[in-house]
């Protein structure tokens, strides 16, 4: 009887990933089609392992309504669909995993990226509110970082730069913790570690460089200019820097910020190019 239900569980594994796989190449209809008796398997068993069929039809339910325009009446229902499956993984996560809360605060991470993705910006920050501050507790600081990171990106799509930087600024903090990370005992895997942190803070300086700048805050937006080219050449990735550069010539050239007349309704609309089009 366990080899069978072991070999239950290897199927069930086995379809996930490709359901995954059929996701992330665009037939998330198909891959919707497919997971139902995966989530209805899981509803019965109530197991941990429910979060990620739940999470996955989440997501399937998100790019399904993307390709769909507003008046459709599907979009709401794949949106409304979301919401119960992200509801589910969420209570799957907090009822299985106390005694893992590194585990709690990934799934959290994860359920709050769909919800953006979705473009439910408020759900979205309080879920990411959730994870950083779990993550906190076990001193998980990279966890933690891209909540914060993710907390700015819905800010900015509500048109609120103001709060995006200073979700962007605590993002900044926790990235400081991970650099000095003292659990960290291998030199090689601290030195790593030290390169990750740069590459990552190089992005968010970036980030508040052209929120300062669309906001018309020149010397603010030159300072952080400055630390995210620091911070690429220290990352050691010349990928990394060339982006820098392009994003600040970019920014710059947009605006004109040496003549700054920008309405703010301009400023506002452009926020988005500077941050999520690079």
């Known amino acids: 009887y366990g080899d069978h239900r ?6 069930r594994r086995q379809r996930q990933m490709c359901i995954r796989d ?3 190449s665009s037939r998330a209809k198909e891959a919707l089609h497919y997971l139902e008796p995966v989530v209805e398997y899981y ?3 109530g197991t ?5 069929p739940h999470v996955l039809a989440a997501e399937c339910c998100v790019k399904l309504s993307s ?3 507003d008046e459709d009446e599907q979009k709401e229902k794949f949106k409304e669909r979301c919401k119960v499956e992200l509801a589910a993984a969420l209570d799957a996560a907090t009822e299985y995993t106390q005694k893992d809360e590194t585990t709690q605060a990934e799934i959290l991470l994860r359920c709050g990226i769909c919800l953006l993705d979705g473009k439910l910006f408020d759900k979205a920050i309080g879920v990411f509110i959730q994870a950083s501050a ?3 507790k076990l001193n998980a600081h990279g966890i933690a970082a891209r909540a914060k990171n993710r907390v700015g990106h819905a800010l900015i799509q509500m048109k609120r730069p103001s709060d995006a930087i200073v979700a962007w600024k605590d993002e900044l903090e926790s990235l400081e ?5 003292d659990d960290v005992k291998n030199e090689s895997d601290k030195a790593l570690d030290v390169k990750k942190a740069a590459f990552l803070k190089s992005m968010c300086h970036g980030n508040i460089f052209a929120a300062y700048a669309f906001l018309g ?6 300072v952080h200019s400055n630390l995210a080219i620091t911070n690429a050449k220290e990352s050691g990735d010349a990928n990394e820097l060339k982006r820098t550069l392009v994003q600040q010539k970019a920014t710059w050239d947009a605006l004109n910020l040496s003549l700054i007349h920008i309405s703010e309704p301009t400023r506002q609309e452009a926020i988005s190019y500077a941050v999520f089009c690079l």
């Open 22 to 24: 059929s996701l992330y």
């Open 48 to 52: 941990v392992e429910a979060v990620e």
């Open 67 to 69: 390709l769909l325009g």
């Open 134 to 136: 779990c993550a906190e």
């Open 177 to 181: 913790k991970f650099k000095n990370n």
């Open 6 to 11: 072991d070999l239950h569980k290897e199927y």
């Open 217 to 222: 805050a020149v010397d603010d937006a030159r």
């Open 43 to 45: 509803k019965r068993e």
